[in-house]
């Protein structure tokens, strides 16, 4: 009786001790995982969360090295250092493997742009349960996270009219590289059009209606139609307030100029001149911003340009292609990220043109929630990193578009990293 006794004893011990320390180990395993997806898929964000570009990986389960790479070189180096510090090395009786890939994580029905999943595994020598039979047992957690955002999330190119016809056009012969997505609101059937040998390459390129492609057209990926319409990034975004004149009907025809922040009535017009823009608000009530020669040196950090017109004629904005320009929005403040910002209420047709090439460089957004935009701009070797919230767009040459993943140069908080299992 004493023997058997034992038996269930030791049994009850087993289930105690044994189990447990097992319950234990999973804990540190699942611990070790979480935070190694975390820092992988956040490694990831930061470098545009697109398959081979800026360390980051997409391929199926890799075992974590039992030494460590340091510094980092990849998202994946990421997370093996972070399960290792976290208590999981990959050595002895404990395995991480890490697999990762662009959109959707398999089997777990959300959007996401870019996932990553951590499993480890630890085989655990038991005691107590030995005198049951069971000598070794196996510890297992696994987890995964995601670059995530609402609708048309990751996008840095949102075309918000709800019904035209193209309201994203592209000819042929021009080129669009963006490491950020493009969303396309219109339900129409042609409204994202691409003719002749045009290419596109996005992340990813949604649209609420259908695509028109010509056959010699390249675009990639094949955009996804009936998409949902997305919301305007931008829609609470405040008008600015002003009164008055500080400058009317400037023109600028040639010579130096540093012009401070104020309303100006009336636009600014620059010629062959140069022109510094002290950091702050720009009020253009009327006649807009024009950049006419390509003579023209336009410099300004932290600025952003308010295009309305009470009282004036209103005027777009007009940047000729090939002049020297330098502009850069607010990192902070209520304007963080916004370059150009017309007023909601300008309902003209003029259209706004930004002309591109080599000697242009802007950094931050377009927002023209009412307007048509001509667009080019960036090189292949010096991309702008902008986003472009427009009514219709028109390409107008080769644009090379960065992503901007923390949202501290365009505002546009696109995307999150969070745990979804």
């Known amino acids: 009786m004493v023997s058997l006794s034992c038996i269930v004893l030791f049994g009850l011990l087993g289930l105690v001790v044994d189990v447990g320390w097992g319950y234990y180990l999973k804990q540190v395993a699942q611990a070790a995982v979480d935070s190694a997806v975390l820092a992988g898929v956040t490694e990831a964000q930061n470098g545009g969360a697109v398959c081979g570009a800026g360390g980051v990986l ?7 090295p039992s030494t460590n790479v340091t510094p980092p070189e990849t998202d994946f180096d990421v997370a093996c250092l972070y399960a290792s510090t976290n208590g999981f090395p990959s050595t002895g009786s404990q395995r991480v493997k890490i697999s990762a890939g662009s959109g959707n994580p398999p089997g777990l029905g959300i959007s996401a742009t870019y996932w990553m999943t951590a499993t480890a595994t630890q085989t655990m020598q038991l005691s107590f349960l030995r005198v049951l039979g069971f000598s070794e047992g196996t510890v297992a957690a696994r987890a995964t996270a995601a670059v995530t955002g609402g609708n048309g999330g990751g996008s840095c190119m949102y075309v918000l009219d709800p019904n035209s016809s193209a309201s994203y056009n592209q000819p042929g012969n021009t080129t669009v590289k963006s490491a950020c997505g493009i969303f396309v609101n ?17 992340p990813v390129i949604d649209v609420a209606g259908g695509a028109s492609l010509s056959n010699n057209s390249t675009v990639t990926p094949a955009p996804t139609t009936g998409i949902s319409p997305a919301v305007d990034p931008f829609a609470s975004l405040p008008s600015p307030s002003y009164h008055g004149c500080d400058q009317s009907a400037l023109h600028l025809t040639s010579g130096s100029y540093y012009l401070s922040p104020g309303v100006y009535c009336g636009g600014i017009q620059i010629g062959s001149a140069t022109v510094n823009f002290a950091a702050g608000m720009y009020v253009l009530n009327g006649g807009g911003l024009q950049v006419s020669s390509t003579n023209a040196a336009v410099n300004g950090s932290g600025v952003t340009f308010y295009n309305t017109s009470n009282g004036y004629s209103f005027g777009p904005l007009a940047i000729a292609g090939n002049a020297s320009v330098n502009l850069s929005a607010p990192t902070s403040g209520t304007y963080k990220g916004i370059l150009f910002y017309q007023d909601r209420n300008i309902l003209s047709s003029a259209s706004s043109a930004i002309g591109g090439g080599s000697t242009e460089q802007f950094a931050g957004t377009l927002y023209m929630p009412t307007a048509q935009l001509s667009f080019a701009g960036g090189t292949a070797s010096n991309m702008v990193t902008m986003a472009l919230v427009v009514k219709q767009l028109n390409i107008v040459g080769n644009s090379y ?21």
């Open 58 to 64: 997409c391929q199926t389960d890799t075992a974590c």
């Open 186 to 202: 219109s339900s129409a059937s042609d409204a994202f059009t691409v003719k002749g040998t045009g290419a596109v390459s996005s």
């Open 401 to 421: 578009i960065s992503a901007d993943p923390t949202g501290n140069i365009t505002g546009l908080n696109r995307t999150t990293v969070s745990l979804v299992q």
